[in-house]
């Protein structure tokens, strides 16, 4: 396919997302989330990024000199995308509202993070923990203690803590402002599947998202400095609860956490993924295993996002996905994508108005936003992390090279989307 005609199918991808955002909004028989998905997929679903993308079962383009999908594959949902043109390689139900989980999480540290310094400290009152879910992953956060916005961003990340969660919710205001501003950027991502009731991804009645709206959490997220930091880290030191030592002196002494990201880190049965850089997983009874992986191979990013794998074996949803990131490398530049992840809404309006910019080029509100990268995020190649966290290695490229780095403010529409600075952490 020329590049006029590849020019010509994204601007007309980007025109379809529009239109069904509109649709989305109408009393339609999937615009409302379900409170209990069936065992199978609804007939129809949303066409946001392309029409192929609302069909259930597989979809992909297979050809001569394109690998064949992974066999063994039982998620309910999957998507295997590149993260910086936003060409979805391949698709199963992509669309498809189930429970989200943790990857949930995505979504939050994408609306939330640049709103309070990482320095910033916070005493934890009783009422910070009151809401927290019976059962929640917890990294440990204690009442009267005092905490840092780094420490409280390391213990979602790595620990999944919901209590971390909550914590930065009542310094946001309280959990409904946050639930209402993770629906409202949600929104504004085109992530349209999705319905947030607990920013934690806890299972609530209605909350929903899809494969495909994960991977446009992560692929926003991951324009972000700290989210990347974050979500890459394999292990990180955690203030302790203020205890009384032999001599009757207050100490306060750290304690080890871990990236549950078993991708990233690697476990008995799973090993560590070759230019793995984040992002999250995510379990619930009802949601099953759910995970998004970013990973980094011969100068391509590519984002795979898996949700409730149906084998019940040990460590599956890292498996599929290995499987999955695996096949897209050999298949990316040989498969014809059967759609695209879309730009924020914002952006695809801007770029559609008379004497818009030819590249497709859009102002971003900040830095921190979406599809907007200060040119001061950028740190040199081997210098050390700026957490100064015990168990955090020196950063480094995931092939030895730093990816291209945004225009400050500028998200390009029908252009590629580099991920900038893209690594992965370390131990010591």
């Not at 494969?211 to 972000?224: H, I, N, P």
């Not at 078993?262 to 949601?287: C, H, M, Q, W």
Request: proline residues 7%; charged residues 20%.
């Amino acid at each position: 396919m020329s590049a006029p005609q590849k020019t010509t199918k994204r601007s007309l991808l980007v025109t379809s997302a529009v239109l069904s955002s509109l649709a989305l909004t109408a009393p339609v028989s999937y615009a409302a989330p379900s409170p209990s998905p069936s065992a199978t997929p609804p007939a129809n679903m949303s066409t946001v990024g392309g029409e192929r993308l609302g069909q259930p079962g597989t979809q992909v383009n297979l050809a001569g000199g394109v690998p064949v999908l992974p066999k063994g594959l039982s998620a309910r949902s999957w998507i295997v995308a590149d993260a910086e043109s936003g060409d979805v390689l391949a698709a199963h139900n992509a669309h498809w509202r189930l429970a989200p989980a943790s990857t949930l999480k995505m979504l939050f540290a994408d609306t939330l993070l640049p709103k309070f310094p990482s320095t910033t400290e916070h005493k934890v009152v009783p009422s910070d923990l009151a809401d927290v879910g019976a059962g929640s992953s917890m990294v440990g956060v204690k009442e009267g203690e005092t905490y840092t916005v780094h420490d409280l961003w390391l213990g979602v990340f790595l620990a999944s803590g919901n209590d971390a969660v909550h914590v930065l919710s009542k310094m946001n205001g309280g959990l409904d402002k946050t639930v209402a501003e993770m629906n409202e950027h949600a929104e504004e991502l085109q992530a349209l599947d999705t319905h947030v009731v607990s920013p934690d991804g806890f299972d609530a009645p209605n909350q929903v998202s899809s494969a495909y709206d994960l991977t446009l959490f992560a692929r926003s997220g991951l324009q972000k400095k700290d989210f990347r930091e974050y979500c890459s880290t394999v292990s990180a030191k955690f203030p302790g609860e203020t205890k009384k030592n032999k001599k009757g002196k207050k100490v306060r002494k750290p304690f080890e956490i871990q990236n549950t990201n078993r991708l990233l880190r690697g476990d008995i049965d799973v090993p560590v993924y070759e230019g793995i850089a984040g992002v999250k997983n995510g379990f619930t009874s009802k949601a099953g295993t759910t995970f998004t992986g970013v990973a980094e191979r011969d100068g391509r990013v590519l984002l795979v996002t898996v949700m409730n794998p149906q084998k019940k074996v040990s460590n599956e949803v890292y498996k599929e996905t290995a499987k999955l990131l695996d096949w897209g490398f050999k298949a990316s530049g040989k498969v014809e994508p059967v759609g695209e992840l879309v730009p924020p809404k914002s952006v695809s309006q801007a770029s559609a108005q008379p004497g818009a910019n030819p590249s497709g080029a859009a102002s971003g509100k900040n830095s921190g936003e979406a599809g907007g990268a200060d040119a001061s995020d950028k740190p040199g190649v081997g210098a050390a992390s700026e957490s100064g966290s015990s168990g955090i290695g020196i950063a480094f490229a995931v092939t030895g090279g730093l990816l291209v780095l945004l225009a400050a403010g500028a998200y390009l529409v029908n252009r590629r989307w580099p991920l900038p600075d893209l690594v992965r952490r370390r131990r010591d």
